[in-house]
């Protein structure tokens, strides 16, 4: 067991509630968790009263539970979404509570399970949770998702040990590097940002950070308008994608921290400066994909808009991206509007109008 674990999962815990769900006195948090969460969902329930909550509602799942009921439930279950789940996220929705949800579950938990089943539950539950997910998106009210270990993932981490002892790798070795905040903010000047170290002794130190000038990218896009260059990108007309402004033009940047070592910011200052003056270009060089075709044969640089629909992913690249129909609803809205293939999403039917 991690030493003093019960007092950094305490600590964990206010965090997410104190910082990344701010809850407000007379408030009422839903938190959504799992049973094997449940000391930290204690927790975090005790830190939701402690920030003056008016109550706290806190529901469960169950990987096991979730499972037994794709392969073996009755067909025509997953074509249903019951009226007290409706009643349940109206209820929030009309609350306007801030919505604390974990992610940590097995990663083969619907391994071998029908995709039909699967297809069949995310469509019939998108409909009558779509009014409450909108909201989300649009933060009508404030969310958070933590992230707890279990088993499962430590075990798939480290393949050669079990239990509690992947659980402990996972801890100690398993993560060394975290992304928090990208800067700051005003209340919270004093706590890690960006890019962070985790210390031996479980401190968080600050290292780097991406940094956006909205003035500046402001002042560009009117005067962009104004000019009427602000389709001049676009090559279909359809789009306005000619706001592609980077470090040379002061809209990105980096922050580095007093604390990263001397050598290491010199090179990002090195690499910083390759990028403003075009001498160092991560998109003109040999790029292949993960099935082997070639993007980039080195001889050519790609453009913008080649970058934003960028759809594929490196050979490099461990990982794949998840087609639309497995995106949850409470991310269909930005992924129609900004996600890599949005072009191709099929339109959503709408209501009448009158």
């Known amino acids: 067991m991690v030493p003093d674990f019960e007092a950094k999962l305490s600590e964990y815990a206010r965090l997410l509630v104190e910082v990344g769900l701010n809850v407000q006195p007379g408030q009422t948090p839903s938190i959504e968790s799992n049973v094997e969460y449940a000391a930290l969902t204690r927790m975090c329930v005790s830190a939701c009263y402690d920030c003056g909550a008016r109550n706290v509602v806190p529901y469960y799942g169950d990987d096991f539970t979730t499972r037994e009921s794709f392969l073996r439930a009755d067909g025509a279950v997953f074509e249903e979404y019951p009226s007290y789940m409706k009643a349940r996220v109206d209820w929030f929705l009309e609350q306007k509570s801030p919505r604390l949800s974990f992610t940590g579950s097995n990663p083969e938990l619907l391994k071998g399970v029908d995709p039909a089943r699967i297809q069949a539950r995310r469509k019939a539950s998108g409909p009558p949770t779509k009014p409450y997910f909108d909201a989300l998106t649009a933060n009508k009210f404030q969310w958070c998702v933590g992230a707890h270990p279990t088993p499962a993932w430590?075990?798939?981490?480290?393949?050669?040990?079990?239990?509690?002892d992947a659980m402990d790798a996972l801890a100690w070795e398993g993560v060394s590097l975290i992304s928090n905040r990208d800067i700051p903010t005003p209340d919270r000047i004093r706590e890690p940002w960006g890019l962070c170290q985790m210390r031996p002794d479980g401190v968080l130190r600050s290292l780097a950070a991406p940094y956006w000038h909205w003035g500046n990218?402001?002042?560009?896009?009117?005067?962009?308008?104004f000019s009427g260059n602000w389709d001049a990108l676009s090559s279909n007309g359809e789009r306005a994608v000619?706001?592609?402004?980077?470090?040379?033009?002061?809209?990105?940047d980096v922050i580095l921290s007093d604390m990263l070592p001397d050598g290491v910011g010199q090179l990002v200052q090195i690499l910083r400066r390759g990028v403003m003056d075009g001498s160092i270009d991560p998109f003109q060089r040999f790029i292949r994909d993960q099935s082997g075709k070639v993007r980039n044969d080195g001889s050519a640089w790609f453009s913008p808009e080649a970058v934003l629909h960028m759809d594929w992913l490196c050979d490099s690249v461990d990982g794949s991206i998840p087609p639309f129909e497995d995106i949850l609803p409470m991310s269909e809205t930005i992924v129609r509007l900004q996600g890599v293939y949005r072009d191709r999403i099929p339109p959503k039917k709408e209501g009448p109008l009158l």
């Open 154 to 164: 430590a075990e798939k981490v480290f393949p050669g040990r079990k239990g509690e």
């Open 217 to 225: 990218f402001y002042v560009k896009l009117i005067r962009g308008i």
């Open 242 to 252: 000619n706001y592609w402004w980077g470090m040379k033009s002061r809209v990105v």
